[in-house]
């Protein structure tokens, strides 16, 4: 009995010392997600859009190489607004 009247009495102690925590101010970085003011890419109009079944040879070989063209540009505008949303 009178070890668990110590214990009580020591354990109550250590709890009465003990000091509360001040608060204090902690700074955190977090990414925060931005939208990307890009302006959109408008689609152009291909060369091959309006080609026919009937047409000759050369004339879908010439259609075939400017929507090459065509396409390589767009590509180039597509890169440049994804670089400026990076």
């Not at 009178?2 to 354990?11: D, N, Y």
């Not at 955190?28 to 109009?45: K, Q």
Request: glycine share 6%; with cysteine; aromatic share 2%.
């Amino acid at each position: 009995m009178r070890m668990l009247l110590v214990g009580l009495v020591g354990a109550l102690a250590g709890c009465a010392g003990q000091v509360a925590p001040e608060p204090r101010t902690v700074r955190v970085e977090v990414p925060v997600v931005i939208p990307c003011r890009a302006p959109t890419v408008a689609v152009p109009s291909w060369a091959t859009a309006t080609l026919h079944p009937s047409d000759d040879l050369q004339t879908k070989v010439r259609a075939l190489l400017a929507e090459r063209r065509q396409r390589m540009g767009y590509e180039e505008q597509l890169r440049a607004a994804v670089a400026a949303c990076q």
